[in-house]
Every structure is written in structure tokens, then in C-alpha cells.
């Protein structure tokens, strides 16, 4: 179990997120001890993979979001480099600028919806993490004899790698917006002017 386990706790980039769960007996157990003792884990087993699976999902795609960030805060990063050449340009061309500007306002509305989507990752990754903590904190006291340390490593793996990832990118990628509405408003200054 553990290995198998293991393995997949860096399952966001992974396809498969597949859970084995081994449970292995003494000899001497009665099938029906046997059969009690795993209806009392079963369900926070089942709790403790959905938190885990929603996790490494929402961690994929967070992964995805933040590509998709990139590549429209490149966008933005083009229209301002030519923004200069365009204003020295002479006529000023009103209709590039007009078009500028509506491609610029089109994409912060994208940008500024999809940032939103990174945030709520954020606060779900949070919030199934401290789920999952729970989970185990309750197997714990169900049988303090049981060794767990394997799936704590999926607890501390999450708060020390997913969680600052996700943060980091929605901090970094803030600044984009700013530029965005920079942007928006020197086009429509020149335009105003013009």
C-alpha cells in the first residue's frame, strides 16, 4: 500500500491517480473481526482518497490555468512594446489603436476571470488538505496503533509543494492584471488625445 501510495502522491502530472489499498491480517483473525474492522476504516479510507484525489486534480489544473495565464500575459507584453512604435508612427492610426484596445479589454476580462479560477484553486487545495489532515487525525484516534506515516507524507507534500505553488503563481501573476489596466489606459489616453 504505502509504495503504491507514495508513488502517486505526485500524481498531478501523472494520468493515472489510482489508489491500491492492501490490508493485511493475522492468520489467527475471524472473518468477521476482519470484515468490522474494515467497515470502521472504510469510509475515511474513501474520504481520505476523494480529498487526496481532489487535490492532485485541482493541482493539475491549476498547472494548466497558469500556462494560459502566461500566454495572455504575453499578448498584453506585445501590444505594450508596440505601443511606443505606434504613437510615433505618423498619421496616428486611430482604428489600430481602437482595435488594440478592444483586444487588450477583451483580454483582461479572460485574464482577470481566469486569475479568479487560480485563486479558488488555491482556497480548494487549502481547504481538502485540512479535510485530509482531519481524516487521518480521526484514524489516529480510531486505532492508535496503526501506522499512517505514508499517507502523512501526502499531507506535508501538499502544504510544502501544491499549496505555495498556487499561491506563488496567483501572486506573480497578479502583476498582470496591473499591466493589463495600464495598457487599457494609455490606449485610451491616445486615443482621447487624438
Known sequence: LGERFLDNRRGAENKEDIHTIVWLFPAQKDDREMFAQVGKFYPNFMQLCYFRNKILW????SRALKKDLKQLS???QKTVDNLGSRVL?????LEDLQQDLTSTLTIFSIYATRLSYLEEYRYTIEVNANNYQKRLERFQQIDPESDLEFLRDFQDYTFEK???QVVSDYNSL????KLLDNAIKTIEGIIEIE
Open 58 to 61: 485541482v493541482y493539475s489544473q
Open 74 to 76: 504575453d499578448r498584453v
Open 89 to 93: 508612427q505618423s498619421p496616428l492610426n
Open 162 to 164: 501544491y499549496l505555495p
Open 174 to 177: 497578479s502583476a498582470g492584471l
